[in-house]
């Protein structure tokens, strides 16, 4: 099943709105629709769960949005089944959303998740912080939570995208400062610009949606004619952009404790993988999968990255499964 997103595919972002262009409308969506603007959405997947008369065993929410667990809470009591929230970012304590930082919203926000929270069988987060979060919000001494890193998975056959064979192509894709406000581009093109100096044929790509202040901050770089800026693409356009690429990039600040979900797309290539920023998120990275782009100056073209041990690969699917096997047995008893 799929509900349209009324604004698909542009997702404006909050950061790259002229202020002095914002509506009414748009204020009332930022400032009043809790607890995100998508909430209107999540209803109205909501409302096309109740018309399909589907019986779950478990229902599934992966935030951000939260306002996806407000369904799901909703659709464990209605349709008397077990429920799992994915949390993936810290609902308050480091809000994706801006406007959470405001005082009278984190009062309002903190009773929204407190009510909604208390009523999952389980958890699945991204990192200790975030499921420690999530537990503390549901003030129980259950549900159930486990930590499931990022894994690789099999990387699809698709044709390379074609980049130039006479540049040295480093790739980025995905959002940066919009995916994780923790996160700066200003990281990555200051190492860009140092990186120029020793290898001047080098070009970067960016595949995903900038802020206008990210796309300012790359126009008065001194890089900017080796910076390639591709917009939003398709997921087989990205997979095949890092296909072709003679090294990944991610992008973490030093704040960050999760990894950058593009980790488990890296991992599938046989790409070099680049990080910039330093941060609690690289112990979560597996022995030898990436380096620091400082390497980059050693690197040439049609180098392989090493492989990485099965041992060192997170695979989630039995430590999931086992979860959600003890939450039916508690629940039971």
Known sequence: MGVAHPTFPFLPD???????????????????????????????????????????DWIITTSPPESLHLIGAILRTQLK???????????????????????????IERVIARATLARADAFV?????VLAEAESLSG?????????????????????????????NIVHTGQIE??????????????????????????????GRLSKAEMGKIAKSSAVKSIQILGSVSIQTSRSLQAAADALVIVSGPDSHALPGKVAEYAATDRPILTVGTGPWMSLLPTGLAAPFSEVRK?????????????????????????MQKAERESRS
């Open 14 to 56: 909050s950061s790259s709105i002229d202020k002095s262009t914002q509506t009414f409308g748009d204020l009332f969506r930022r400032w009043l629709l809790l607890p995100d603007p998508e909430v209107r959405w999540a209803f109205r997947c909501l409302r096309a769960i109740r018309k399909a008369n589907l019986r779950p």
């Open 81 to 107: 089944c077990r429920w799992l929230a994915d949390v993936r970012d810290l609902w308050l304590s480091s809000p994706q959303r801006k406007e959470r930082n405001a005082k009278w919203r984190q009062v």
């Open 125 to 129: 987060a991204v990192s200790p912080i």
């Open 140 to 168: 129980q001494a259950t549900p159930l939570g486990i930590v499931v890193g990022h894994f690789t998975a099999e990387h699809p056959e698709l044709e390379p995208y074609k980049l130039p064979v006479e540049t040295f």
């Open 178 to 207: 919009l995916s994780n406000p923790l996160s700066e581009i200003d990281d990555l093109i200051s190492e860009f610009v140092e990186l120029l100096e020793y290898k001047p044929e080098a070009v970067l790509w960016l595949a």
């Open 299 to 323: 690197m040439e073209k049609g180098c392989i990255r090493s492989s990485v041990s099965k041992s060192e690969q997170m695979c989630p699917s039995e430590a999931f499964l086992n979860l």
